[in-house]
Each structure stands twice: as structure tokens, then as C-alpha cells.
């Protein structure tokens, strides 16, 4: 029997709830369901340390410069505060992947991060492991998307 267009649509969020975190997902099992933001959860969390990746990698870059390079990507969809990029910016720094250096040494003004070998190194792991998670994202809004608008 062929899946209602509703139901394909559930499907398709279940998947792209459970890609966006599988360890997560699998000590949740047997737990009530509902968690909030299974879409932007999973954003922050997987999407956000590729993209400060990606844009530092190719020159170095200050966090209000990042913050406002990944709102115009996302036109708005994820938006990053100062209480989520700072501290991304020092974890990311103490697992050796960024190195940070302050424009002005002298004084505390910029702090420039530029990606380490490290980085790169995860740069390229997360590249290959977020892209089924965005690929399940645009099949679970374009599925939403039919079930609503066709």
C-alpha cells in the first residue's frame, strides 16, 4: 500500500530528527517524543562549527564578521547570537581546530581565528557527515512544503 503524502511527511521529519543527532537519538529510545527544534537543533548543532569552519578556512575571520556571514547564507534561518558564537569560537580553540590572535595585541580589540591543520582535518569530517543531515532537511521541507502548498 502507498504511503499517504502525510505520512511520507512524518517520515521524513522522523528521519531528519534522527540524522541531525544519532547518539542523542539513541539514548532518547523508549522516551516521550517532542523534544523542541529538532530542525534548528540540529543546525546549531551540526551545521554551525562546519560553517565557522568553512569561512575561516579560506582567511581569518572575527566572530561578529562570522555571525553575520552565516545569517546572510542562511537568510535569517540561523541565527547566531554572541552567547552561541564566542563560545563555539573557544571550544572550537581548545580542541586545536581555530587558533585565535587579537588585532591589536596591545589592547583587546578583534580577535581574528584562523583554522589549524586540525580544523582542516575536521573541516573534511564534518563535511561528509552533515551532508545527509542537510540532505534529509530539504526532502523533509520539500515534503512539507507539497503537503501544504499542493
Do not use: C
Request: proline share 6%; hydrophobic share 30%.
Amino acid at each position: 500500500m502507498a504511503k499517504s503524502r502525510k505520512d511520507a511527511t512524518h517520515e521524513a521529519v522522523r528521519r531528519a530528527s534522527r540524522i541531525a543527532d544519532p547518539r542523542e537519538a539513541a539514548r532518547e529510545a523508549g522516551r516521550p517524543t517532542g523534544r523542541a527544534e529538532p530542525f534548528s537543533g540540529g543546525l546549531r548543532r551540526e551545521v554551525l562549527p562546519l560553517l565557522v569552519l568553512h569561512y575561516i578556512q579560506g582567511e581569518p575571520s572575527y566572530g561578529n564578521q562570522l555571525m553575520e556571514r552565516i545569517a546572510h547564507v542562511t537568510a535569517g534561518v540561523l541565527s547566531v547570537n554572541p552567547n552561541t558564537m564566542y563560545p563555539l569560537l573557544r571550544t572550537l580553540e581548545s580542541r586545536g581546530l581555530i587558533e585565535g590572535r587579537w588585532e591589536h595585541p596591545e589592547r583587546r580589540s578583534r580577535r581574528y581565528y584562523s583554522i589549524t591543520d586540525e580544523g582542516r582535518e575536521e573541516y573534511a569530517r564534518l563535511r561528509g557527515e552533515v551532508r545527509p543531515f542537510l540532505e534529509s532537511l530539504s526532502r523533509s521541507i520539500e515534503e512539507i512544503e507539497a503537503e501544504v502548498y499542493d
